[in-house]
């Protein structure tokens, strides 16, 4: 059975400075992994997902995650840290079934 | 195009009352779930369907059911309510081609909708 592991419940960053959110997974098959953003009081929404393709995934508002293979990481990571990037984040992967990660609030100080 | 909308918003459940939470989608998508979200843990999924007519149990089925008799719809309901149930409810809508042996996995990206906060007392 596949599992998926955010290894930090909390990053807190300054604004301008990187982002990295930690994802760690386990899989028997080849797997599609993807990172979703949820903002206080709303639904997830997608950021990116990779499916197979490149393993360099770009997403929306500056995010990228690269999957690793021999390390089974999925780390999303963004240059510079807005104070709108605020948000709860979770990992997902999904082969045989479907598992979220626990998620990881990040914090961005001005 | 409202994509994935829920209904109600709030409420406030007596423990043994019943409810149903509707959510519905305007994308055609085969698949759709129910989720609850819950402090530390994720979301887990409740119910899923994978087309209409059919329904099948998640991760934490149990004291749910749910029912999905037009494809644009999908209803989960809690015949008599536990506060164990207080929680954030998310509905959500995917593609089809599930893969697997569960059939529920998808390389597909979900839609959510707003989500359901409800609390049982």
């Known amino acids: 059975a596949q599992s998926v592991t955010q290894l930090d419940s909390h990053v807190s960053v300054s604004e301008g400075t990187p982002v990295l959110l930690r994802c760690n997974y386990s899989?028997?098959?080849?797997?599609?992994l993807f990172w979703y953003v949820q903002h206080p009081n709303k639904g997830l929404q997608l950021l990116l997902k990779?499916?197979?393709?490149?393993?360099l995934v770009k997403g929306i508002n500056g995010f990228e995650a690269e999957f690793k293979k021999s390390e089974t990481s999925f780390h999303l990571t963004k240059p510079s840290a807005h104070m709108s990037d605020a948000a709860e984040y979770f990992c997902?992967?999904?082969?045989?079934?479907?598992?979220f990660g626990a998620g990881t609030r990040l914090t961005v100080k001005p | 195009n409202a994509g994935v909308t829920q209904t109600p918003k709030f409420r406030v459940l007596k423990t043994g009352q019943s409810m149903t939470l509707l959510c519905a989608q305007d994308m055609n998508h085969e698949y759709m779930y129910w989720y609850r979200q819950d402090p530390g843990m994720g979301l887990r999924l409740i119910h899923y369907s994978v087309g209409e007519g059919t329904t099948a149990k998640g991760e934490v089925p149990d004291g749910y059911n749910v029912s999905r008799l037009k494809k644009q719809n999908f209803l989960l309901g809690l015949e008599s309510a536990a506060p164990s149930q207080t929680s954030v409810y998310f509905c959500?809508?995917?593609?089809?081609?599930?893969?697997?042996?569960?059939?529920?996995?998808?390389?597909?990206?979900?839609?959510f909708g707003p989500g359901t906060r409800l609390t049982v007392t």
């Open positions: 990779y499916t197979s393709a490149a393993t």
């Open positions: 997902v992967v999904s082969d045989d079934d479907m598992r």
């Open positions: 959500a809508s995917s593609r089809g081609s599930g893969t697997g042996i569960s059939g529920r996995a998808s390389s597909y990206e979900q839609y």
């Open positions: 899989s028997s098959y080849s797997p599609s």
